[in-house]
C-alpha cells in the first residue's frame, strides 16, 4: 500500500483510548521483571537478538560489534539522519532553509564523530556539492510532509518526553528507568503529536517516525515496537501508530498501534530480561536458527551451523 507521510502522521480519527490504570499494570509488570536482578541496561538490537535466538545475542556480546547492527548504514545516510534531526529541531525554532542549513552544517563540523568529520573533510569540491544537494533534496521532502511549523501538530525530536534539548544536536538516544532496567533508544527521529487527556485514560494520538537509510522493512517497525513500549510507560499512553521513512527512496511504511501489540512489546522486554539474566547465571543458551544465523558470530561452532540459510 502507498502510504503519504502527511496521511500516516494524521492521527485524528484514531479510535483507541487506554486507560491509566492499565498502563500502570504494564509499568509494574515490567518493575517486577526486573526485581531482583542485576541493573540491566537495554535496547532494541538486545531484544531482537534475544527474541530470534538466545545463542546469538550471547555470541554478540563476545565480539566487538561497534554499534550492535548487523549493518552499519552509509557515512552519508548516518550524516543524513543525523542532519534532519538537528534541522527538524533548527526548521521548527527558525525556519531555516535546509539547503544553507546542509552547506552550514559540512562547514562547521562540532557536531560530527572524528571519523565523519575525517570523511567529509576528504571530499573533493565536486563530491562536496553533491553531497550538500542530496541532503538537501532529503530535507526538503521531509519539510514538505511533516508539520514542523504548526505548533498545534507537536513536532519533536526523538523519543524523550518532556523533550530534554541536548548541548550537541546529534544522534542522542533517549532512555527511560523502571526499577532496576533503564531502556535506551536511538531509534526515533521525530515524534509527531501528543496524546489527548481523557478522565481516567488517554487517547493515543502520537505519531514515532524513525528515518532509515535504505528502504524501510517489516523489520524496522517491528524494532520501533521497544520505542513504542518506552513512550506508552513513560507518558501514560501508547502512540497511536509507528512509521518508518527511507531517506533514500522517500518509500514509507507504518503500523497501527493497538493494546495488544503494546502487550506484546513489554512481554518480549521482559523475556529478554529473564533470558539474558539466565545466561549470565551460567545456563547455556537456547538454539533457535534462523535466517539471522547468517550473521551470527557463533555460526562456526553452533550445532545448527550445517543447516542453509534456504532451510528458513
Ligand atoms: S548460528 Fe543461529 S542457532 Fe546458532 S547461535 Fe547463532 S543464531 Fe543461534
Known amino acids: 500500500m502507498n502510504e503519504s507521510l502527511p496521511e500516516v502522521l494524521n492521527t485524528s480519527e484514531h479510535p483507541y483510548g487506554y486507560r491509566f490504570d492499565w498502563v500502570a499494570r ?15 541496561e537495554l535496547t532494541s538490537v538486545d531484544v531482537t537478538q534475544a527474541m530470534d ?16 547492527q548487523s549493518s552499519s548504514p552509509s557515512q552519508q545516510m548516518l550524516l543524513t539522519r543525523q542532519m534532519a534531526r538537528m534541522w527538524g529541531r533548527d526548521a521548527a525554532n527558525r525556519g531555516t532553509r535546509p539547503f544553507q542549513f546542509v552547506e552550514d552544517s559540512l562547514n562547521d ?25 542530496e541532503i538537501s533534496a532529503v530535507l526538503c521532502r521531509l519539510q514538505d510532509q511533516i508539520p514542523f511549523r504548526d505548533p498545534s501538530a507537536d513536532v519533536y525530536v526523538g523519543l524523550k518526553w518532556p523533550q530534554v534539548e ?15 532496567l533503564t531502556l535506551v533508544s536511538d531509534d526515533v527521529d521525530f515524534r509527531v503529536r501528543t496524546c489527548e487527556i481523557d478522565g481516567e485514560g488517554a487517547w493515543a494520538r502520537t505519531v514515532l517516525l524513525a528515518l532509515v537509510p535504505e528502504k524501510p ?10 520505542s513504542a513500549a518506552m513512550h506508552t510507560i513513560s507518558t501514560n499512553c501508547p502512540p497511536a501508530r509507528v512509521a518508518a521513512y527511507g531517506l533514500l527512496d522517500g518509500k514509507l511504511i507504518s503500523l497501527d498501534v493497538d493494546a495488544e501489540w503494546i502487550g506484546l512489546q513489554i512481554g518480549c522486554i521482559m523475556a ?32 545448527f551451523s550445517r543447516i542453509g540459510l534456504e532451510e528458513f
Open 166 to 180: 541536548v548541548g550537541c544536536p546529534t544522534l542522542v538516544a533517549d532512555d527511560f528507568e523502571v526499577g532496576r
Open 217 to 226: 522493512t517489516q523489520a524496522d517497525l517491528e524494532r520501533l515496537g521497544f
Open 26 to 40: 504494564l509499568r509494574e509488570a515490567l518493575e517486577g521483571a526486573a526485581n531482583g536482578r542485576p541493573c540491566y
Open 272 to 303: 529478554t530480561l529473564r533470558i539474558i539474566y539466565r545466561i549470565q547465571t551460567g545456563e547455556e543458551p537456547p538454539l533457535t536458527p534462523g535466517t539471522y544465523c547468517a550473521n551470527c558470530p557463533a555460526r562456526r561452532d553452533c550445532p
Open 53 to 68: 535466538c538466545p545463542g546469538l545475542w550471547a555470541a554478540k556480546q563476545e565480539v566487538a560489534t561497534g554499534d550492535g
Open 109 to 133: 563540523p562540532f557536531w560530527m564523530t572524528e571519523r565523519q568529520s575525517a570523511w567529509v573533510a576528504a571530499q573533493s569540491f565536486d563530491e562536496r556539492i553533491e553531497l550538500v544537494g
